[in-house]
């Protein structure tokens, strides 16, 4: 049996990725969404939530490139220290995973923003289904033991698995070199992040499909993800939207390619779920 959670990221990010991402859900090509507690266009999200009930609400954790949800003086060592962004968090990965990594950033501040920003999704009448990050930073144990005790705090049961298997990277021939090798340095944390997850009684994914993916997912790659899953529970992980003018503002390398993974969920989803009866469709709050 084959189950799969198609999960779009960025949800409150724009008008168009919140639209596209409760199209898909409407079309049956997506059963999953991750909120960005401090999105720009948070409420916006919030609002076209609650019409959906087959789409699971989860919780996008942002620790870079966004904007805290707890005052900067509750936070210090989460916000950029650079002084440039003003009250913000680091701008880039780079700069997160580099001071993470010299003891820079204190976990017990990671646990306090990350329920602060489940416990606004919360607060809103969302049902939070799981937790994941934004940029995948909990794919680093320093992250992600903070993530999991305010995923349990806030009563969250589940977790993403931010590991892809081999059996997707496989499939997917055109990323490039730099990207393929992050993917593979990464998976080194694997083995810990189940056992960590077990001890924390978080339910999760046997891996995350499209990773490797992100920016060049179009209707030929997602048919040779799909085709080559093998049993089990996967994630797919996407971030599709519609290129509006705020779109074109924001800091993000995904604008373009938003609508190309658009257009290929809703031309592919509906049609294999119709011809693989052994596949389902299931969201986070679906796992147990």
Not at 74 to 88: A, C, H, K, W, Y
Not at 242 to 255: A, F, G, I, N, S
Request: aromatic share 6%.
């Amino acid at each position: 049996m084959k189950r799969l959670i198609i999960n779009a990221d960025d949800f409150g990010l724009t008008p168009g990725v919140n639209k596209a991402i409760i199209e898909l859900n409407t079309a049956g090509a997506l059963s999953s969404a991750t909120l960005m507690a401090s999105g720009p266009f948070f409420a916006d999200a919030v609002h076209l939530g609650f019409a959906q009930t087959t789409l699971g609400v989860g919780c996008h954790v942002v620790f870079t490139d966004g904007t805290p949800v707890l005052q900067p003086r509750e936070i210090p060592s989460l916000i950029d220290p650079s002084g440039r962004s003003s009250g913000r968090f680091r701008p880039t990965v780079g700069s997160f995973v580099s001071d993470l990594l010299r003891g820079r950033i204190r976990g017990a501040e990671l646990e306090a923003e990350a329920i602060a920003q489940i416990r606004r999704i919360q607060t809103s009448g969302l049902y939070v289904t799981h937790v994941d990050t934004h940029k995948h930073t909990h794919v680093f144990r320093r992250v992600l033991r903070p993530l999991l005790r305010a995923a349990r705090q806030c009563g969250v049961r589940a977790v993403r698995n931010p590991f892809e298997p081999t059996w997707s990277v496989a499939s997917t021939p055109k990323a490039g070199v730099f990207r393929r090798l992050q993917v593979h340095a990464l998976r080194a944390a694997c083995l810990g992040f189940g056992k960590l997850a077990r001890e924390m009684e978080l339910s999760t994914t046997d891996g995350s499909i499209g990773l490797l993916a992100t920016g060049i997912l179009d209707r030929t790659l997602l048919c040779s993800l799909l085709r080559a899953m093998p049993n089990g529970t996967w994630e797919l992980v996407c971030h599709p939207g519609y290129r509006d003018k705020v779109l074109e503002q924001t800091v993000t390398r995904l604008r373009a390619t938003r609508e190309v993974e658009l257009q290929a969920l809703l031309s592919v989803v509906p049609e294999t779920l119709t011809k693989d009866s052994n596949l389902s469709l299931i969201h986070f709050g679906q796992l147990n």
